[in-house]
């Protein structure tokens, strides 16, 4: 059995350009969330594909730079806060993914979207749960979403000092809770993240325990 992604998803359908989709920034508790899609040539790609989290930050960068130069086609979308507090998390990163195949050069006729939820998209929907670890055309997605939100929430650091986002780019982590509370909520925190919403209501959520929540559809 092949040990990481391969084309085999990809290959078995016939009927024209396939991409893969996945998302990044589910589970922060503050900034957009980001997607990824790219359509890859099976005879011209990076080596070294594979779900996002698996890879050092140096190695997403090299990766995300071949996979721009090589595909076929690729693109990257986002949700905004305000966005993911209209629609709620979930679908905002249906949102986000359907930006992503919009900005595709190439029309796909079909999308492997890694996870289990059917978002509707501009072509048709096959979702793949574990697909950044099954398929290189959803790892070679997962990357490019990953950097690019990494990316702006460094810009974010800058925009919004105190809060360590270059750091831990609005995901828990302990300096990000005591900034949180010592600081209030700014202007790209989820407000309905419990541990955000406890902090504008007065309340501490290392004392109500919420430090560690899961958060809802989270990565």
């Given at each position: 059995m092949a040990k990481g992604p391969t084309f085999l998803l990809e290959k078995a359908f016939t009927s024209g350009p396939v991409c893969g989709?996945?998302?990044?920034?589910?589970?922060?508790?503050?900034g957009p969330v980001s997607a990824g899609a790219v359509i890859l040539d099976p005879r011209r790609t990076p080596k070294g594909l594979d779900d996002s989290k698996k890879l050092t930050a140096k190695a997403r960068e090299?990766?995300?730079?071949?996979?721009?130069?090589?595909?076929?086609?690729?693109?990257?979308?986002?949700?905004?806060?305000?966005?993911?507090?209209?629609?709620?998390?979930?679908?905002?990163?249906?949102?986000?993914?359907?930006?992503?195949?919009?900005?595709?050069?190439?029309?796909?006729?079909?999308?492997?979207?890694d996870g289990n939820y059917a978002f509707k998209l501009p072509c048709e929907v096959r979702t793949v749960v574990g697909g950044d670890g099954k398929s290189k055309s959803i790892a070679a997605a997962s990357i490019l979403a990953k950097v690019a939100r990494d990316r702006l929430m460094?810009?974010?650091?800058?925009?919004?000092?105190?809060?360590?986002?270059?750091?831990?780019?609005?995901?828990?982590?302990?300096?990000?809770?005591?900034?949180?509370?010592?600081?209030?909520?700014?202007?790209?925190?989820?407000?309905?993240?419990?541990?955000?919403?406890?902090?504008?209501?007065?309340?501490?959520?290392?004392?109500?325990?919420?430090?560690q929540e899961a958060l809802p559809f989270g990565d």
């Open positions: 989709v996945d998302e990044a920034g589910r589970g922060p508790w503050a090299r990766l995300e730079v071949e996979i721009k130069a090589q595909a076929v086609a690729w693109g990257v979308g986002f949700a905004s806060v305000e966005e993911i507090a209209e629609l709620n998390i979930l679908h905002a990163a249906g949102l986000a993914m359907r930006r992503a195949v919009e900005a595709l050069a190439v029309t796909p006729a079909l999308a492997l979207v460094v810009e974010m650091d800058t925009l919004y000092p105190g809060y360590g986002f270059a750091r831990h780019k609005g995901y828990n982590a302990p300096i990000h809770l005591e900034a949180l509370v010592a600081m209030g909520p700014c202007a790209i925190h989820r407000r309905a993240w419990r541990p955000v919403r406890l902090v504008l209501a007065g309340i501490d959520p290392r004392l109500a325990g919420a430090e």
